[in-house]
């Protein structure tokens, strides 16, 4: 009996597009003997579409054509398994399409995998890939990250973080607190984008105020930190779950531009974005890192204890900012759903991108199965205890005196 993997991927998000090509990469890769796959695409308006159409990347460029050959769907759990169903209901014939057994979500930045996706196939009840709500949560967000990271003991940049709305109350006292805690050169962020959005150098105190304000437009929590000199970016994957871990070779991403940029990122420096198919793989990059290997090492462990204190699962990928004449390294952040999956970093490693998907939905079924070993609820009915819904309820809140 082959798995049926439901594939869940787009979301109504920014990287949208990214997400499309790490999947139909993932599609590529997937052991067709056992695993049946499910496409499950969320469309930009969060409308859940199923179709082989979705298996075929060309069939994108025509996003109406393409919707039009796939049918509109919702996902539920009926208590026996989770299907899905055709909505509308059909007037005749099967409403049910099909079922899953373990979910793999494939989707980037906000409103998908800062735990929207993973909250929603919990509610499902259904194993997943990748981590948790909370972790998730934590991973997207730039400022709870750094705090969580910086009281492990984890290295991160010296950093201020603040509300836009406090600033707005008196910018006076907040330009005055980051300018005695860090020092300048600052990197101005909004607290939860990605791919570079709304980030800009500051060089100057003289500066802070426009680069504070422009950041402002993209978020509602702002951060501002030290700027790493002589910046050498190196990136490392890790797989596994809280018991086990594994980390990848290390790359390093080159970038054309002081801060590295969106084009940089997908489009492997061409600014005509001509090479949308080829997505982060192709991105300019240096694979193994030149670094000594004691650094491969620290860098190794510190992307391990990093996706373990963040409780991730699945595949992440840590970015790290080095200064490259101190040697000195600090954890940037963590994508806990990376861009195609950072498979080009496990086949460095050693492990094909069929075996990755495999590990993946092993690491999964594990965690399902912990989980359920875990009480969350209990199947007596406090309603019908002796004494009815009078005796029943009582200390409740709903009690009346
Ligand atoms: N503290 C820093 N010092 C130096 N460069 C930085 C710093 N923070 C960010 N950058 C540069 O900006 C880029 C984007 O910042 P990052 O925090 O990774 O945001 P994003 O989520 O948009 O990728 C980094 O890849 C790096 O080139
Ligand atoms: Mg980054």
Not at 275 to 280: A, C, D, P, T
């Amino acid at each position: 009996m082959k798995i049926k993997l439901g594939v869940f991927f787009g979301g109504k998000s920014v990287e949208h597009e990214i997400a499309v090509i790490t999947t139909s990469q993932a599609l590529e890769a997937i052991n067709k003997e056992k695993y049946e796959i499910v496409p499950i695409y969320i469309s930009k308006k969060g409308v859940l579409y199923t179709g082989d159409a979705l298996l075929d990347l060309q069939e994108f460029k025509d996003m109406d054509a393409l919707l039009k050959k796939c049918t509109k769907v919702a996902v539920v759990n009926d208590g026996e398994s989770v299907k899905v169903l055709k909505v509308p209901a059909p007037a005749f014939g099967k409403q049910v399409i099909n079922t899953i057994d373990v979910a793999f979500p494939i989707v980037h930045g906000t409103n998908c995998e800062d735990g929207t996706v993973a909250g929603y196939l919990n509610l499902l009840g259904l194993p997943f890939i990748g981590p948790d709500v909370v972790s998730s949560g934590l991973g997207m967000d730039k400022i709870f990250m750094k705090k969580v990271l910086k009281e492990s003991g984890i290295p991160v940049v010296n950093y201020y973080s603040f509300y836009s709305e406090e600033y707005v109350n008196d910018e006076e006292k907040i330009r005055k607190e980051i300018n005695d805690k860090l020092k300048y050169p600052l990197i101005c962020k909004p607290g939860n984008t990605g791919s570079s959005v709304g980030i800009k150098k500051v060089s100057t105190p003289e500066e802070l105020a426009e680069k504070i304000e422009y950041s402002m437009q993209f978020s509602d929590r702002i951060l501002v930190e030290e700027c790493v000199q002589n910046l050498k970016e190196i990136n490392c994957s890790v797989m596994g779950n809280l018991n086990e871990t594994e980390a990848s070779v290390c790359e390093e991403p080159y970038f054309s531009d002081e801060i590295l940029s969106y084009t940089d990122k997908y489009m492997g420096g061409s600014k005509t974005g001509d090479s949308e198919e080829k997505g982060m793989q192709v991105s300019d990059k240096k694979l193994p890192a030149d670094i000594p290997d004691e650094k491969r090492d620290e860098i190794q462990h510190l992307a391990q204890e990093t996706f373990k204190l963040l409780g991730c699962s699945g595949v992440g990928r840590i970015d790290f900012l080095m200064d490259s004449k101190t040697g000195k390294v600090y954890v940037n952040e963590i994508n806990t759903i990376p861009g195609a999956l950072s498979y080009y970093l496990w086949e460095a490693t050693g492990k094909s991108f069929e075996k990755e998907i495999d590990e993946l939905v092993q690491i999964a079924l594990r965690r399902d199965r912990d989980k359920n070993k875990l009480t969350f609820s209990y199947d007596q009915n406090i309603f019908a205890l002796s004494g009815g819904a009078k005796g029943g309820t009582k200390g409740s809140k709903v009690s009346k005196k």
